[in-house]
T-cell receptor, first 117, second 118 residues
Framework: AQKITQTQPGMFVQEKEAVTLDCTYDTSDQSYGLFWYKQPSSGEMIFLIYQGSYDEQNATEGRYSLNFQKARKSTNLVISASQLGDSAMYFCAMREVSGGSNYKLTFGKGTLLTVNP | DTEVTQTPKHLVMGMTNKKSLKCEQHMGHRAMYWYKQKAKKPPELMFVYSYEKLSINESVPSRFSPECPNSSLLNLHLHALQPEDSALYLC?????????????????FGPGTRLTVL
């Protein structure tokens, strides 16, 4: 079974509108971290935002926020006021602490976001 | 500053060549990583160095040889590669390299090296 599932291969949004990218995860750990990365066509993986499994509040970083629903094992990324420069591939990733996988990030397959003018 | 640098940006090599990829960070991070990414796929972990020691080798073929000369530098030596090894090679670093660190340890990536093997 996939540990990280991103069900939207591609998404389109109009400039200045908000968009939500979905991510669900599967783990039996109590302690884990959830990350979102942006990868433009240039290739660099840019860290956007982090949510810890024990965090009570949804994480927010500028125009990025997470809708973290622990019981449903989902951590959706919300991008507000989309800009043309937001067009990129977005990866959701999880880092588990137990089971010897401490260093590993498990990535989803990604969602390709296109922002239309 | 969360900068990880990688050189070269692009590399074209023949199957008999020997080349090296270089990664550098000056953030005081003690864990460094090599990933391989094929087009339209997520990155795949290859190696992890923790405190300059190889911690994880994800069953990578021996034609890829990592090296960590010091805490700021990570190399990937390439020899006798195959065309299917053509990919984007990403380096990353994170603050801690201890097994008991929480899942909070963010990995910061470099811009990558686009490798083409002819």
């Amino acid at each position: 079974a996939q540990k990280i599932t991103q069900t939207q291969p591609g998404m389109f949004v109009q400039e200045k509108e908000a968009v939500t990218l979905d991510c669900t995860y599967d783990t039996s750990d109590q302690s884990y971290g959830l990350f979102w990365y942006k990868q433009p066509s240039s290739g660099e993986m840019i860290f956007l935002i982090y949510q810890g499994s024990y965090d009570e509040q949804n994480a927010t970083e500028g125009r990025y926020s997470l809708n973290f629903q622990k019981a449903r094992k989902s951590t959706n990324l919300v991008i507000s006021a989309s800009q043309l420069g937001d067009s990129a591939m977005y990866f959701c990733a999880m880092r588990e602490v137990s089971g010897g996988s401490n260093y590993k990030l498990t990535f989803g397959k990604g969602t390709l976001l296109t922002v239309n003018p | 500053d969360t900068e990880v640098t990688q050189t070269p940006k692009h590399l074209v090599m023949g199957m008999t060549n020997k080349k090296s990829l270089k990664c550098e960070q000056h953030m005081g991070h003690r864990a460094m990583y090599w990933y391989k990414q094929k087009a339209k796929k997520p990155p795949e972990l290859m190696f992890v160095y923790s405190y300059e020691k190889l911690s994880i080798n994800e069953s990578v073929p021996s034609r890829f040889s990592p090296e960590c000369p010091n805490s700021s530098l990570l190399n990937l030596h390439l020899h006798a590669l195959q065309p299917e090894d053509s990919a984007l090679y990403l380096c990353a670093s994170s603050f801690t390299g201890t097994p008991d660190s929480w899942g909070t340890d963010t990995q910061y990536f470099g811009p990558g090296t686009r490798l083409t093997v002819l």
